[in-house]
């Protein structure tokens, strides 16, 4: 029998788009996990509007847990350092199983999803998940982190956790070495939109590591030394 010639190559694997973060106007806020020695695979930059978004809907069950999807893009820096996502909009998950301590993206889930990603941000992408823990702290549970694989597996997608009673969260990524640790969470770059200064997030566990410059260039300067030894010369050389 002749060969056919016909041959079935495996999907392309999706590659980054090419660009610079959003630097100007974004502020670093840090967990207490940051500068450790872990190495996270991306950074993160978050937009105001997404921020505020998911705030409000993990307020909006205070008991249940809730969750969604997290819409973006996933770049490679221009001169190659590394690698970030933008998450710029958030889609509320519709037709879950939730309870006081576990979420379900069911099939109608997924496809309501997809559905609306293409009718209202076909030209982004999911760079991940988010979900509450009500009560419960910030880590990713045995499920939460079996979703997070089998849903979520790309190496540049993350998993954003939200306690919504003592303002905390955390963003959950793979480091370099592919490891997803359950327990330790980092921080993100606030993107600030257009034409708004200043900064929305009140999360309590997170810092800023330019709070202690800005609290310096704020401060009264002092006196030199050196200011003051002239007039005490000045004043032994008049005697």
């Not at 670093?28 to 993160?44: A, E, I, K, M, T």
């Not at 997404?50 to 001169?79: M, Y």
Request: charged share 20%; aromatic share 12%; glycine share 10%.
């Amino acid at each position: 029998m002749a060969n056919s010639g016909i041959r079935i190559l495996p999907p392309e694997a999706p590659q980054p788009e090419t660009g610079c973060p959003p630097v100007d106007g974004a502020r670093r806020w840090d967990s207490p996990y940051d500068g450790y020695g872990l190495h996270p695979v991306v950074s993160v930059y978050m937009s105001q509007v997404a921020f505020s978004r998911i705030g409000v809907h993990a307020a909006s069950d205070p008991d249940f847990e809730v969750g969604g999807i997290l819409i973006g893009h996933w770049c490679a820096h221009e001169d190659g350092i590394g690698q970030y996502i933008s998450i710029e909009q958030m889609l509320p998950a519709r037709y879950t199983r939730q309870g006081s301590a576990y979420l379900t993206f069911t099939q109608d889930t997924l496809v309501d999803v997809l559905n609306r990603i293409e009718s209202q941000y076909p030209d982004k992408r999911i760079v991940g998940w988010y979900h509450t823990h009500p009560r419960m702290g910030l880590f990713l549970s045995r499920y939460d982190t079996w979703l997070h694989n089998s849903f979520f597996p790309e190496p540049w997608q993350v998993a954003l956790v939200v306690e919504p009673h003592s303002s905390i969260g955390g963003v959950f990524i793979r480091q370099k070495n592919g490891v997803l640790d359950s327990s330790r969470y980092f921080g993100f770059y606030e993107v600030n939109g257009a034409g708004t200064e200043g900064s929305i997030v009140n999360w309590h566990n997170l810092h800023s590591p330019t709070a202690f410059l800005d609290d310096l260039e704020k401060a009264p300067s002092k006196p030199e030394e050196s200011e003051e030894i002239p007039a005490q010369e000045e004043g032994e050389n008049s005697q």
